[in-house]
C-alpha cells in the first residue's frame, strides 16, 4: 500500500475512532450484552433416544422455552435436512424419520430460528441395521454408575480407550440400573450422569442408551424403604409412576422398533439389528397385590401380572436370533448377603421366581443385571429359581466351562433338538462406579467374579451372526473375564449327548466331601482330576466300561483348605470343567 495512503487511513482511523467508532462500539456492547444474557443456553445434552434403522430420538434441554429444529446430513458442513417441533418448551424433544439404516449423520440443535450448537465433530448418531440385516453391533453396558465419583470416569474412560484400540465404538450403552446416586433426583441425574468431568455429558452426543431403572433411581419415583431403611414397598399403580429418570429416557413403548407394545416407560422392548432386548422393571414391588408386578414376597409358581404378562407375549412374539433381558435387582450372586431368601433382598428373590422361569422358556441368550457392586457371570445355565444351596448341576448346568472358545470351546446354544433355546448367562455389571468386598463369590452357577473396594468396570457384549462375545473390562483396561455363545443345529455336530448334562455334583457347596458322579450312555474311558485354585491337581480317577451306569467319585475335602477347587472330566471327544466349593 502507498505510505501516504497508509498514514492517511491511519489518522482518519484515529478520528473516526473518537467521534464515530467509540459510540457506534458501545451500542454494539450494550445490544450484545443485552443479547448474550437473553441467548439461549443448553444446559443439558443434547443426548440419544430410541435408535432405530429409519428414526432417532434427540433431546436437550435449555433454560428458556423456544420450539426446537433439529438439522442434519451425512456431511459435517451438509446439514441440510432439518425435523422441528413447534412446541415452546425448555425440554426439547425432536424426532426424526426417513433416515438410512447404517448410515452416520451429523446433527445440529436449536430453534427454528437459530442454531445452539452443530458442525461439531462430536455430534452424530450411527443409524442401525435393517431388520433383514445381520452386520455386527456392539453394546457397552454399564451398571450403578451415578455416583459422579472417579470411579464412574475411569470407567468411561477405559471403554473409550477400548473402542479406539479396537476400532470399534458401541452402538449403544446399556444401563441396567442405580443410574444416580442416592435418589436419583433431577439434580443427581444433572451434576452425576449428564455431567461432562466425570460422567457421560460428552458421551452421550453421539451415542444413545437404552436403560433400566434401579432401586435408588426409584427412591425419586416411588421409594421401596423408609428413612430407616426398612421396606415398606411401593403402594403406587405402576400406570402412575413419574420422577426423573422416567422423564429423562425416551424409549420406544409402542413397538415403533419391534418388540409388542407396553404402553409404558417402566419396561418395554426393542430390535436392534440381530438383537431383541427387553427392558424388565426389577422395582415394582407393593404390599398392594394389585400393584406387585414384580411379585415380590409372593412365591406361588403360577404368579403373574401386567409385566409377566406382557414379557411372556413379548418373547413369544420376537423371531430375532438373539434374547437379551436386562433388569436391576441380580437373581444369582455368589457374595453372601445378595440375593438369598432374606427380608433386604426380596427384589433380588421375586426375580429369580418370576423372571427367570419365563424368559428361559422362551430361550432369552443373556440377562444383564447390577445391584450387586461387583462383576459376576454364570456359567451356561438353566431352570435355577431357587436359593443358592438348590442348585443341582445335574439338571441346571448346561454347560460348565468357561466358555471361552480358546479353552473348552464356547457355550453352544442349539437351534433345534432336544435343547433348542436352553442355556442363559447371567451377567452383573454393577460395579461401573462402586465396588465392595462383603464376602467371597461362591455361588455354583457362577463362573467368576471380581469384588473388591476399587474394583470397576463394565461389560462390553458383540453381536456377529450366530456369534456373541461378552468381555469384562476392568477400569485400568483389563479384559478379565471373556465367553462366547454360539447358535449351532443340533443334528449337524452332535455325536453323542454332552458330557455337561450329564455330570452331577451334590452338594455343592460342600464342608467335608462331595459326590462327582456321570452317566453315560456310549461305553468311554473317562478321566477325573480336582484342581485347587493355584492349579495344583488335589485327585483323580480313571473309569472304564462306563455305561453300567451313573459312576460316582467321592471327592474328600476333609484335609483340605476351604476354598474353590475345579474338577475336569475328560473322554476321548469332550471336556468338562466345573466349580467346587468347599467351606469349613
Ligand atoms: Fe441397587
Partial sequence: MNSKIHKLLLKTDRIMSKKIYAPLLAAFLFFSTLTSLNAQLILRGPYLQSPGPNSIIIRWRTDTPTDSRVYYGTS?????????????????????????????????????????????AALFFNTAPDASSHSPIRFWTIGDFGHGNDGERKVRDSYLQYSQ????????????????????????????????????????????????????????ICPWQNAQGIPVLCGQDPNTHTGPYLNIIDPPTLGELGGVASGRKIFYSMDYGDVHIASMNSELGSYTSAYNWTGVLNTSQTFTSPMLDWLKADLAATTKKWKVVIWHQ??????????EENSVQIFCTATRHHFNPILEQYGVDLVLVGHDHNYQRTFLINGHYGGKPDFDSATMMINGTSGREAEEGPYVKYTNGPLSGVGTVYVIAGNSSEGNTYSPIMHPAIYWGEACDT????????????????????????????????????????????????????PNPFTDQTEISFALNSNEEVHLDVYDISGKKVASNDYDNTKTGRQIYIFDGKNLSAGQYFYELKTEEQSLRGKLMLVK
Fill in 165 to 220: 484400540n479396537t476400532g470399534h465404538p458401541a452402538d449403544a450403552q446399556i444401563w441396567v440400573g442405580d443410574n444416580a446416586y442416592s435418589d436419583g433426583t433431577e439434580a443427581e441425574f444433572q451434576s452425576k450422569v449428564f455431567d461432562t468431568i466425570n460422567g457421560y455429558g460428552n458421551v452421550f452426543l453421539n451415542l444413545p442408551f437404552i436403560s433400566t431403572s434401579g432401586n435408588h433411581d426409584y427412591n425419586s
Fill in 455 to 506: 474394583c470397576y468396570g463394565s461389560f462390553i457384549w458383540d453381536v456377529n451372526g450366530d456369534r456373541l462375545d461378552g468381555r469384562y473390562l476392568t477400569a485400568t483396561g483389563e479384559i478379565k473375564d471373556s465367553f462366547t455363545i454360539v447358535k449351532q443345529q443340533w443334528n449337524s455336530i452332535q455325536k453323542t449327548e454332552p458330557l455337561a448334562n450329564k455330570v452331577k455334583v451334590a
Fill in 330 to 339: 441380580t437373581p444369582y450372586s455368589g457374595q453372601d448377603n445378595f440375593t
Fill in 76 to 120: 459435517i458442513g451438509s446439514q441440510t435436512l432439518f425435523a422441528d417441533s413447534a412446541t415452546a418448551t425448555t425440554e426439547h424433544r425432536v424426532k426424526i424419520n426417513g433416515l438410512t439404516p447404517l448410515t452416520k449423520y451429523y446433527y445440529s440443535v436449536g430453534t427454528t430460528t437459530n442454531t445452539l450448537r452443530g458442525n461439531d
